[in-house]
Structures are given as C-alpha cells and as structure tokens.
C-alpha cells in the first residue's frame, strides 16, 4: 500500500499490526547511454511492487536524491545528481523520527546503489544508517527520559533481545542484493547483471539501441544482457526480501 493514498483508519491498522513500511532509497546516476538514470532506486522500487500484491506492506514514496558521486561520469549533459552523505545524514534522522512519532516501529530502507561493501558502507546508507540510530535514540530519549537503558524497568533488556524485542530494530537498512545473491548473479555498473534486471523490471528504461555509443568498461556486458537473465535476478531479490520483511 502507498503511503500517499493511505487514510488515517488504514495507517492505523498497519501501526497495530506491525506492517513493513520501506523506504525505496537511491540515486540518480549516469549508467551509460543505454539506461536510465534512476536505475538503481528503479531496481528497488519495481521489486517492491511485486511484493506488494502478496504481503501487507507500506511503501513509502521514494527516495532518488542520495549521493551518486560524479566517480563514473561527470555531470554535465549525463544526468548524475550528487547530493553528500552531510546533507542526506539530518534528513534522514528528520525523516525517520517523523515516522517513529507516527507509530511505525517496523521501518525499514532498501538501497542497491554501491551495495558491493555494504559492510563497509557507501556515503548513501552510511548516512540512513547513522539517521536510524539517531532518530531511535532522541526518540527514547525524548519518550522515556535520559537515562531510559539504566532504568530498573530495563533490566530484562538483552532477555528482550533475545526474542526478538530490540528498540534498534525499529529501523533497518538493507541491500537489494546480498552476498550470496553475488555468488550466483552478475553485480556490476550498467553492465549485464543491472541492465537485465531493467529488462525484466522496467524495460522501458533500456534502449539498447544507444549501447553502441558507450564506450564505459564498466557496461562492456550489457551487450550480453537479457530479459531471461533479469528475470532469474528478480526472483532471487524477491525470496531475499520476502525473508526480511517478514521477520
């Protein structure tokens, strides 16, 4: 369900009933001259959908303006939008506040954009990541005093995380694509792997008619791309984010 065309009863529900609610994160990015620019928020958004018609689930309206980075291209005339993890950082921590004060304690974010050291962390999650953890802790602090963990009332706190009740899962941050999901599909920039799953998600973002004009090495492989191929992504990504949004 969008959150946009949700009424007040409705979000209600989705509070009571501890539904999903995501956050289609991303970028706007120059992904050779064969795709579009939104690819990677696009891969997100589009698989979403797709859940969307099997679960109870709130999408929220999307995110593009993360931190591209000109490290492909520069600017001018290609279409990248670059916006630093220093301005992202205090709009997420506005954004995810917000939602804890309307009662969603199930919030999560789903990015692809430089997800290969997600571990590591890229200025984009890096700084959803770091607004999470500082919307929960005002939000505690806000709602039960300084002092909140210290509290006798909290002495049962790890037994609590150890079914499943941790107030720093209210808001999580995942990658479309898992590791072992690049043991079996191709992750690259524009190449084969991401330009299949434009053919299987959104084929209208792919004209590859223009692939001869590019001469990046980065989507040398989208010459080998096919809808087939994204097809057998796409059905990874799903049984990965089914298994999230359900826990």
């Known amino acids: 369900m969008r959150y946009e065309l949700m009424l007040p009863s409705q979000i209600r529900q989705a509070i009571k009933e501890n539904w999903p609610v995501v956050l289609p994160l991303g970028v706007l990015e120059y992904h050779g001259e064969h795709m ?21 689930l709130v999408i929220l309206p999307s995110f593009y303006y993360g931190a591209a980075s000109y490290a492909v291209a520069p600017p001018e005339g290609t279409g990248s ?26 919030i999560h974010a789903i990015i692809h954009h430089q997800t290969e050291n997600f571990v590591a962390g890229m200025p984009t999650d ?3 990541k770091s607004a999470g953890r500082q919307a929960i802790f005002r939000f505690l602090e806000e709602n039960s005093g300084e002092g909140w963990w210290g509290d006798e009332k909290m002495a049962a706190y790890y037994a609590e ?3 499943g009740r941790n107030p720093f899962n209210w808001i999580r941050i995942h990658p479309l694509m898992s590791e072992d999901i690049f043991a079996d599909y191709p992750f ?3 190449g084969q792997g991401e330009t299949s799953l434009m053919m ?7 004209d590859m008619g223009r692939f001869g004009d590019n001469t990046g090495w980065y989507a040398a492989t989208a010459k080998d791309a096919s809808a ?15 298994g999230l949004l359900k826990d």
């Open 81 to 106: 939008v670059q916006i630093g993890g220093n301005v992202l950082a205090p709009f997420g921590e506005a954004l995810f506040y917000s939602l804890l004060r309307v009662g969603f304690r199930n």
């Open 228 to 242: 087939e191929l994204g097809r057998e992504g796409v059905a990874m990504i799903l049984e990965r984010l089914r």
């Open 200 to 206: 299987a998600l959104c084929p209208e973002a792919v």
């Open 126 to 128: 890096l700084a959803f």
């Open 161 to 163: 995380h150890e079914v």
């Open 36 to 56: 579009g620019v939104g690819m990677d928020t696009l891969a997100v958004i589009k698989t979403l959908e797709r859940i969307e018609s099997e679960m109870n």
């Open 188 to 190: 690259d920039h524009a």
